[in-house]
């Protein structure tokens, strides 16, 4: 039986690890509608996506932010560039754990790789599942309430 137990938890572990290859520029395909193709957003309506997020990824109350976005959504006012956005971002409750994280890796390497912390860690699909299952009853409004709990951290160019 523990024989039975180790091989059905080793093999869910295989197939996690290798769905972490999931392509996380397909998956953005799901936000650029309001996000844009270049994740630059629309002023005034949806934040840009770009040259802001490395410091959130470099703390643990900011990754577990970014996890949260994706997972329960995001409301409320929030400053971006020195401008604001009020707005509502449905949860992406489509979005399976490596998915998410695949998708989060995108936006990071791609449009904020220079105000990544040295060292930066990617997302894991355990990573968002532990996270997902820590804060699994918040809503979008609370989500906002855990951006303004983000340390703000120097990292390379911000
Ligand atoms: C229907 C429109 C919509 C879609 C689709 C959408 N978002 Fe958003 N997103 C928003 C809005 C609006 C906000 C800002 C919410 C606010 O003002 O409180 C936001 C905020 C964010 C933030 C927080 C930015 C910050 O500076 O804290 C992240 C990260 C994010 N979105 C990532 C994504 C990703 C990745 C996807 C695709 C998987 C996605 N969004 C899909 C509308 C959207």
């Known amino acids: 039986m523990l024989r039975y ?10 197939v996690s690890v290798a769905a ?7 998956i953005f395909k ?3 509608a309001c996000h844009q193709a270049n994740g630059a957003g629309v002023q005034g309506a949806f934040p840009p996506l770009t040259r802001h997020l490395g ?3 470099a703390s643990v109350a900011g990754r577990e932010y970014l ?9 409320g006012e929030i400053s971006v560039d020195g401008k604001n956005y009020r707005g509502m971002m449905p949860a992406q409750a489509g979005l399976k754990p490596p998915e998410m994280a695949a998708v989060l890796n995108h936006v990071l390497s791609t449009w904020n790789a220079d105000t990544l912390p ?6 894991t699909a ?3 599942q532990v996270v997902r299952d820590k804060y699994k009853n918040i809503r979008a ?6 951006r303004e709990k983000i340390p703000t951290l120097k990292t390379r160019s911000k």
């Open 141 to 146: 409004t609370d989500v906002r309430v855990m």
């Open 67 to 75: 996890i949260m976005v994706l997972s329960a959504g995001l409301s």
């Open 126 to 128: 355990q990573e968002v």
């Open 30 to 32: 799901r936000c650029v």
């Open 118 to 123: 040295k060292g930066w860690i990617p997302f």
């Open 55 to 57: 410091p959130k990824a």
């Open 5 to 14: 137990i180790l091989a059905v938890s080793c093999l869910a572990w295989s």
């Open 20 to 26: 972490q290859t999931v392509d996380g520029s397909a």
